[in-house]
């Protein structure tokens, strides 16, 4: 059973900095690309980044400049360095196997102006 756990979440203030971490249990996480997605409150979830195996990267254009995504396989953890926060990247963030339709449970972060 594939298991993803996401933490860091939290509240900070407009242009402050949080760390998501996704931990991905099995022996699945080195041989797939993963995602980071987002659900504000009345929307629809959304694409925020992507990481291939290779660690090739893509990110959705209101966040390039500001998030970075990371892997560790290693540890089997998937990263999101978000910096420079605005009030409008308030959401539950969850990660995602790129190919697969397991989702993590997510992990809320707000930003206060």
């Known amino acids: 059973q594939v298991q993803l756990v996401e933490s860091g979440g939290g509240s900070v203030q407009a242009g402050g900095s949080l760390r998501l971490s996704c931990v991905v249990s099995?022996?699945?996480?080195?041989?797939?690309?993963m995602n980071w997605f987002r659900q504000a409150p009345g929307k629809e979830r959304e694409f925020v980044a992507y990481i291939s195996t290779s660690r090739t990267t893509s990110y959705a254009d209101s966040v390039k400049g500001r998030f970075t995504i990371s892997r560790d396989n290693a540890l089997n953890i998937l990263y999101l360095q978000m910096n420079s926060l605005k009030p409008e990247d308030t959401a539950v963030y969850y990660c995602k196997i790129n190919s697969l339709d397991y989702w993590g449970q997510g992990t809320q972060v707000t930003v206060s102006s």
């Open positions: 099995g022996t699945i996480f080195s041989v797939n690309a």
